[in-house]
């Protein structure tokens, strides 16, 4: 299994412009994540996913879409680019049931510059 | 309002030293909590988790001590290696929020060999 894989790896991007972050599992995990983590901080929810077809908010989610048209993928689209999204950004995934669904798998990370 | 904090931002600790690593809760329903640890680079790791109504948990070298009373929560690592360096976050999920875990802001660890 590859797990969960992002991409791209690092992306620079003027105000403005949009732009789609690629996150796939191959792990068939219901639920999955996206957050995003600035300097000294830890991470905060941006979107989430509990299955195919269902999305919710997180806690910052202003500025971002997600769609989950399938398990694997969870694009998370940035409709007009702000300097205050600079930030690297992880995706995580994790399996439904007692005991497991709370153990997320994260992703590498995409590290956005917005000039 | 909702949150995670830890206590130090920053803690050195000499190479074969067990390490101390501590958070606060303030959501009292907050029922599963889980440390993660964070490399130069790296997504986050997962460590160690427990259970609202657990005290203590053990894994390998790393233990969880959960107060309940007091909202506080530990990461205790035995004989701390240079491999143990990174970024120490706990989070917190409350009830049935599925992939909605609170993070708090993190430690970082550094081991001095």
């Known amino acids: 299994n590859a797990g969960v894989t992002q991409t791209p790896k690092f992306q620079v991007l003027k105000t403005g412009q949009s732009m789609t972050l690629q996150c796939a599992q191959d792990?068939?995990?219901?639920?999955m994540s996206w957050y995003r983590q600035d300097p000294g901080m830890g991470l905060r929810l941006i979107h989430y996913?509990?299955?195919?077809?269902?999305?919710d908010q997180g806690e910052v989610p202003n500025g971002y879409n997600v769609s989950r048209s399938t398990t694997e993928d969870f694009p998370l689209r940035l409709l007009s680019a702000a300097p205050s999204q600079t930030s690297v950004y992880f995706c995580?995934?994790?399996?439904?049931?007692?005991?497991?669904?709370?153990?997320?798998?994260f992703g590498p990370g995409t590290r956005l510059l917005v000039l | 309002g909702e949150s995670v904090g830890l206590h130090l931002p920053t803690l050195s600790v000499q190479e074969g030293d067990n390490s101390i690593i501590n958070c606060a809760y303030s959501?009292?329903?907050?029922?599963?909590f889980i440390w993660y640890k964070q490399e130069s680079g790296k997504g986050p790791q997962f460590i160690i988790d427990?259970?609202?109504?657990?005290d203590k948990r053990q894994g390998q070298r790393v233990t969880v001590l959960l107060n309940k009373t007091v909202k506080h929560l530990s990461l205790q690592i035995a004989a701390t290696q240079p491999g143990d360096s990174a970024v120490y976050f706990c989070?917190?999920?409350?009830?049935?929020?599925?992939?909605?875990?609170?993070f708090g802001q993190g430690t970082e660890l550094s081991v001095k060999p």
């Open positions: 427990i259970r609202s109504n657990m």
């Open positions: 989070a917190e999920i409350t009830g049935n929020q599925g992939g909605k875990l609170i």
């Open positions: 996913s509990v299955g195919a077809g269902i999305t």
């Open positions: 959501n009292s329903a907050s029922d599963y």
């Open positions: 792990m068939n995990h219901e639920y």
């Open positions: 995580a995934s994790s399996p439904v049931g007692r005991g497991s669904r709370e153990t997320q798998y």
